[in-house]
């Protein structure tokens, strides 16, 4: 069983910065994937970015250029590095821990990421 918590969201002015972080523990082990998830008001859940065991990152067309993910392997913990924020990127924003080989997933709870002068 895998636990996932993220922290970091907050209010931002737009063309603002925040970095997103997911904190994992127990079978650590069995994550080979990593991802990051939003979902506005009204709207589905969507991929914002994903890393894999072996370091190939994903990326949504709406967030290339201005998103980094990234992890320390070290701290079992995940990044997502957001700048140049826009009112758009407004949502509740959700760490997932995945397992290709067996299909298991864990999400965290969310953090609400809300830009806005």
């Known amino acids: 069983q895998v636990q996932v918590v993220e922290s970091g969201g907050g209010l931002v002015q737009p063309g603002g910065s925040l970095r997103l972080s997911c904190a994992a523990s127990?079978?650590?082990?069995?994550?080979?994937?990593m991802g990051w998830y939003r979902q506005a008001p009204g709207k589905q859940r969507e991929l914002v970015a994903a890393i894999i065991i072996g370091g190939n990152t994903v990326y949504a067309d709406f967030v290339k250029g201005r998103f980094t993910i990234s992890r320390d392997n070290a701290k079992n913990t995940w990044y997502l590095q957001m700048n140049n924020l826009k009112p758009e990127d407004t949502a509740v924003y959700y760490c997932k821990a995945g397992d290709i080989t067996t299909g298991r997933v864990s999400w965290g709870q969310g953090t609400q990421v809300t830009v806005s002068s």
């Open positions: 127990g079978s650590i082990s069995s994550i080979n994937v």
